[in-house]
């Protein structure tokens, strides 16, 4: 699966921004989507998915994402979306998405859960 993350920007703290999720080979909603975010010096971590259909099409999250960050999926666009509201510089980071074919269970909050990885898309959040 080959997946592409676009959206990103350099924004003001307060801001909103809408990554996607696309991908032009696959059925996206056949897959779980995960979202992590890489800041500079830090290792990747885990931001938020949501299920495939198949699955209930559900989101997961980490508690620091709750609240701020909503992730959706068109269907009919192919395309996931994580929507990121009052941005602060703490969000600045490389944004990926990720996906896996896990039928059942726990999509997974690793990395290593994932492997299929789109390029990041970055963004950057000023004070």
């Known amino acids: 699966v080959q997946l592409q993350a676009s959206g990103g920007g350099s924004v003001q703290a307060g801001d909103s921004l809408r990554l996607s999720c696309i991908t032009s080979r696959r059925t996206l909603q056949n897959y779980n989507i995960g979202w992590f975010r890489q800041a500079p010096g830090k290792e990747r971590e885990f931001v938020g998915g949501?299920?495939?259909?198949?699955?209930?099409?559900?989101?997961y999250s980490t508690d620091s994402a709750k609240g701020r960050f909503t992730i959706s999926r068109d269907n009919a666009k192919n395309t996931v979306y994580l929507q990121m509201n009052s941005l602060n510089p703490e969000d600045t980071a490389v944004y990926y998405c990720?996906?896996?074919?896990?039928?059942?269970?726990?999509?997974?909050?690793?990395?290593?859960?994932?492997?299929?990885w789109g390029q990041g898309t970055l963004v950057t959040v000023s004070s």
């Open positions: 990720a996906a896996n074919a896990r039928p059942s269970g726990t999509p997974g909050y690793s990395t290593y859960d994932y492997p299929y």
């Open positions: 949501i299920r495939r259909s198949g699955s209930g099409g559900g989101t």
